[in-house]
């Protein structure tokens, strides 16, 4: 800790202080600090996501254009699809859960600050690699030495032999390093919220928030698991002679396919449920109102966790899966709208009868139900396997994932995101 | 409600139910040669009919909560001129709580029901005897087509026989790959499957009406993913079997163009392509002994004409740019005299 400077002439105490005001940041173990820290990290890629999708939109606005070249679309893609995932979307999850859960539950700080510091230097010096891509190759405008083989890296694309020099290397150490820093998180928040509670406060008083952000602490640990072994594995196909992936000698580019989405999946779940976690504290409030059925809420996200474990091969519908396991992921698809129905349902009752005044945070929650149940229903159309047959390979998909609103607290903010992605 | 605001909401419903109505209806023309909602095919056929399932039955759920949320705002705002009490605080209601769990229940069981018997429909029927087999093999960035029962080699425009509903003749596919993923799908025909190395997979369609029906790589493989169209082709029986007889014959050899059959030969070309009856086999790149037979080149990146097809021998790049064919940096007459060759392999 610096100790007060003594007096000194006006400037140099100034500098001294801004020095030392830095100095504090960088070095923070507080978890309000490192909440802010990771929410400003996220907006600063979410303005680099946007741009990277508005160079593929201009691409795309009149058929055969040439505003960018096909290896810069297919590197804008991939950066887009990685950074809006690993560096807007789940810095913000982390950043929220960081300054709020020990708030809520009247805990001094996380139960680890300084892994908690340490996550997120990771997160952060994950996002630098991947981003230090775009300088090399062939220079900055085109894209650099960007990865180019999709955010989701299928193999054999990523083998050595399809994509010769470093590009992939730089997604999948990027995404090592960050991936080490939200498995650090996610283990910070649920040992947080399991022991160091205060005197009082059973797990069956805690507000909703901690609850959710529970439950995504323990998906984090179990999501990223794989697509950190698959990450290795990829990298020792890659430089140490595995054959993992490899087909010609015996590998299996499904292989590469299943470890992807069993982190996938649950992965999204990751992404939404600190929003239920922030609508869950933000509609009762607004709404003049407690929540309705907490224990419900409580439960119905306990088997969302469980059930998301299950359902990731619905990604793989067209991969050619027998039809028995095409049908059982159908089943699991299916069974998961059940819980999430319920829970827009609760949110809802929660809402009937209240008085609710609509600031803009509840503007933003109303605009959320409203958006999620599109979201959630499209869901249920990509979990019918024929139909998804049609469907399946991102481009619906990505409509409706822009359907998934993001917490703001500001009223322009509202109207200019509600634009950005309808 | 605002006699304008009623306006709005009526057109609003108008609109939705006259696309609704026209999704419906299966007997008009396909609004795009690829629309997943103009089916000409028993699996596509089989998919349509399940969507609109889905769809009515998703429709359905979203005007009653969609309709219960919009009440909820509107009826329940907090009044300026309200009392500033608390409302009454429901914790719960066991039986509402259980009437949103099982009416949710039902629906999933009924969707998944139908879900699970349209799979089985499409990936569980029986290849029947003497249906054509086709294999197909995904490169970066073309699509090979054998037919292994007929002795026919040829490359990215499919010729399928047409499919009488009453007595089917369908296609069963055998789907492969030479490189990375790739995904067939031609949607007017069937949903999308795989190719994946090392990792057969199958599938069928039995188009009931002759026309060409477009398609494309629908796995991300590469740097020209986009420009690795399909083309099918369904043609009658008779037209079929002509088309299968004229893939059968050995390549034209015409005296006319025998310098430009020089160049083709002593030039890199034969490294990656094959054309019967000239020593050499090539399988990198698709087979040119009927390269005048196709519509179209690279793919269906550029139609099949004269100067396309120079355009392309000179810089493959200028067409397709990523396309793994290089350019050999032939002289311009060498070049004329390659694609006079060329244009006469009908």
């Not at chain 1, 609508?279 to 407690?290: G, L, N």
């Not at chain 1, 469907?391 to 993001?406: K, Q």
């Not at chain 2, 550029?302 to 067409?319: G, H, V």
Request: charged share 10%; with cysteine.
């Amino acid at each position: 800790m610096a100790s007060e400077p003594k007096a000194l002439s006006g400037t140099a105490a100034a500098r001294r202080s801004l020095l030392d005001k830095v100095y504090g940041w960088l070095t923070t173990v507080d978890h309000k600090r490192l909440g802010i820290l990771y929410i400003l990290f996220a907006l600063v890629f979410l303005v680099i996501g946007g741009i990277e999708a508005t160079i593929m939109r201009l691409q795309l606005v009149r058929p055969l254009n040439d505003f960018a070249s096909p290896e810069l679309f297919n590197r804008m893609f991939t950066m887009h699809g990685t950074t809006m995932i690993f560096f807007v979307a789940m810095p913000l999850v982390f950043g929220f859960a960081n300054y709020m859960v020990p708030l809520m539950i009247g805990a001094r700080d996380m139960a680890f600050p300084r892994l908690n510091a340490f996550s997120f230097w990771m997160t952060a010096f994950g996002g630098l690699i991947l981003y230090s891509s775009l300088f090399g190759g062939t220079g900055f405008l085109n894209g650099g030495n960007a990865p180019d083989a999709g955010w989701f890296a299928y193999a054999p694309l990523t083998s050595l032999m399809f994509s010769p020099g470093h590009s992939s290397d730089f997604w999948t150490l990027g995404l090592l390093l960050s991936g080490v820093g939200s498995v650090g998180t996610a283990i910070n928040i649920v040992t947080t919220i399991l022991t160091m509670r205060c005197p009082g406060m059973t797990l069956a008083r805690m507000p909703l928030f901690a609850w959710l952000n529970l439950i995504m602490g323990f998906l984090v640990v179990m999501a990223i698991s794989p697509l950190t072994a698959a990450q290795l594995m990829l990298l020792i196909d890659r430089y140490l002679g595995g054959r993992f992936f490899d087909v010609a000698a015996g590998g299996s580019a499904v292989l590469w396919m299943h470890f992807f989405w069993v982190f996938g999946h649950p992965e999204v779940y990751v992404l939404v449920l600190p929003a239920f976690a922030i609508a869950s504290e933000i509609i009762p409030v607004f709404s003049r109102r407690v929540i309705f059925g907490y224990p419900v809420m409580v439960g119905a996200t306990i088997a969302i966790g469980f059930v998301s474990m299950s359902v990731w091969a619905h990604h793989m519908f067209a991969v050619g899966m027998n039809s028995n396991a095409n049908t059982f992921f159908v089943f699991t698809t299916m069974a998961i709208a059940v819980p999430t129905g319920i829970k827009i349902f609760n949110w809802l009752a929660t809402m009937w009868g209240g008085k609710i005044q609509f600031k803009t945070p509840m503007l933003f929650c109303t605009a959320f139900l409203f958006q999620f149940l599109v979201a959630g229903l499209t869901g249920v159309m990509l979990g019918s396997a024929p139909f998804d047959w049609q469907l399946t390979g991102l481009v619906f998909c990505c409509c409706a994932l822009s359907l998934r609103d993001r917490r703001r607290n500001s009223l322009l903010h509202f109207w200019r995101l509600l634009l950005l992605v309808s | 409600m605002s006699k304008a605001a009623i306006r709005k909401v009526t057109t609003l419903v108008v609109h939705c139910s006259a696309t609704a109505v026209a999704l419906a209806d299966p007997q008009r023309g396909p609004s795009s040669p690829t629309s997943i909602f103009s089916p000409a095919s028993t699996p596509a056929q089989s998919i349509y009919g399940l969507s609109l399932f889905v769809l009515a039955m998703t429709a359905a759920v979203f005007v009653v909560v969609f309709g219960l949320l919009t009440y909820a705002v509107i009826k329940f705002r907090d009044r300026v001129h309200d009392d500033k009490r608390e409302p009454p605080q429901v914790y719960g209601s066991s039986q509402v709580e259980t009437a949103w769990t099982v009416i949710p229940v039902l629906i999933v069981l009924v969707l998944f029901l139908a879900t699970a018997r349209v799979i089985t429909s499409v990936q569980d029927a029986t290849e029947p005897h003497g249906a054509l087999e086709v294999t197909v093999i995904g490169h970066q960035f073309w699509w090979e087509y054998r037919y292994p029962g007929l002795n026919v080699v040829t490359a990215n425009e499919l010729h399928v026989p047409v499919s009488d509903p009453a007595h089917p003749t369908p296609t069963y596919f055998t789907l492969l790959s030479a490189d990375t993923d790739h995904s067939f799908w031609v949607p007017r025909l069937a949903g999308k499957t795989d190719l994946i190395p090392n990792h057969p997979n199958s599938m069928w369609i039995d188009p009931h009406e002759t026309g060409v029906y477009l398609g494309q790589c629908a796995q991300y493989c590469g740097v020209q993913h986009a420009k690795m169209l399909i083309r099918v082709y369904v043609q009658t029986r008779a037209d079929f079997d002509r088309w299968i007889e004229q893939q059968r014959q050995s390549a034209i050899a015409s005296d006319a163009v025998s310098q430009g059959r020089v160049v083709f030969e002593t030039s890199p070309c034969l490294v990656c392509h094959s054309v019967s009856g000239i020593a050499g086999n090539g399988q990198f790149g698709p087979d040119l002994t009927h390269l005048m037979s196709r519509d179209t080149i690279a793919s269906g990146a550029a139609p099949n004409t004269p100067e396309n097809l120079r355009k392309w021998i000179q810089d493959p790049s200028s067409i397709k740019r990523g396309a793994l064919m290089p350019a050999f940096q032939l002289s311009d007459r060498q070049i004329d005299e390659l694609t006079a060759y060329l244009e006469t392999l009908h």
